[in-house]
Nanobody, 125 residues
């Protein structure tokens, strides 16, 4: 089972940027998809962005399109989430995840079996 460790969270003013990283213990291309998810207090975990590790296809939840970018570094087995123009509603714990299950839509948390411990992102309005 791959180990995933997120970093890069913190507090930022609205309009600011953060870059999250997820270091994987194994080859990220051995998984069909990797993704970023978030969970705010009292809310369900939602998919934010995901990537087909073999082909680079990306998917985003509508609320972050044009602001967030998911990318991968195969040489260092690291997944990134660049978050720009942050809003208060982006405040949540952010998790990265990996799955060996192929799905045409990769934003559903239920298809992922490996999860990191999460990193807190707080956006002050």
């Amino acid at each position: 089972q791959v180990q995933l460790v997120e970093s890069g969270g913190g507090s930022v003013q609205a309009g600011g940027s953060l870059r999250l990283s997820c270091a994987a213990s194994g080859l990220i291309r051995s998984y069909y998809h990797m993704g970023w998810f978030r969970q705010a207090p009292g809310k369900e975990r939602e998919g934010v962005a995901c990537i087909w590790t073999g082909g680079g296809i990306t998917q985003y939840v509508d609320s972050v399109k044009g602001r967030f970018t998911i990318s991968q570094d195969n040489a260092n087995n690291t997944l990134f989430l660049q978050m720009n123009s942050l809003k208060a509603e982006d405040t949540a714990i952010y998790y990265c995840a990996a799955t060996s299950r192929f799905e045409p839509e990769c934003l559903a948390p239920t298809i992922y079996g490996a999860w990191g411990q999460g990193t807190q992102v707080t956006v002050d309005s």
